[in-house]
């Protein structure tokens, strides 16, 4: 899995992932990778998600979980760079409302304040 990891302005953690796929094949992975990059402290992430095609039920758990992690460190989680297909699904499945979107990594960042 393709997944790295860039510091930026206050305190943010860019995860950038360049997986065609987010699903069941590759899930675990996934979790740990950034269980791993993003540490026990950190509490403000952007998931740059360029060139992500697909995302299942048990990507979007996934996501889930990062943001719920998250949350519970009084942190948040912001996406961006969101395929056309991947943003239709969110917006399909809602994650729209719990997620908060943005079009670029700068806009994303810059929304933490």
Do not use: W, Y
């Amino acid at each position: 899995m393709e997944i790295s990891s860039h510091p930026a302005g206050h305190d943010v953690v860019v995860i950038a992932l360049r997986e065609a796929n987010l699903d069941a094949s590759n899930v675990r992975e996934f979790k740990e990778t950034v269980q791993a990059l993003v540490g026990p402290t950190a509490t403000r992430v952007v998931f740059d998600l360029q060139g992500v095609k697909f995302i299942d039920s048990s990507g979007l758990g996934a996501l889930i979980s990062c943001l719920r992690q998250l949350n519970a460190r009084r942190g948040d989680l912001r996406l961006c760079n969101l395929t056309p297909t991947v943003q239709a699904l969110l917006a399909l499945m809602r994650m729209n409302r719990v997620f908060q979107i943005f079009p670029d990594r700068q806009d994303a960042i810059a929304s933490f304040g």
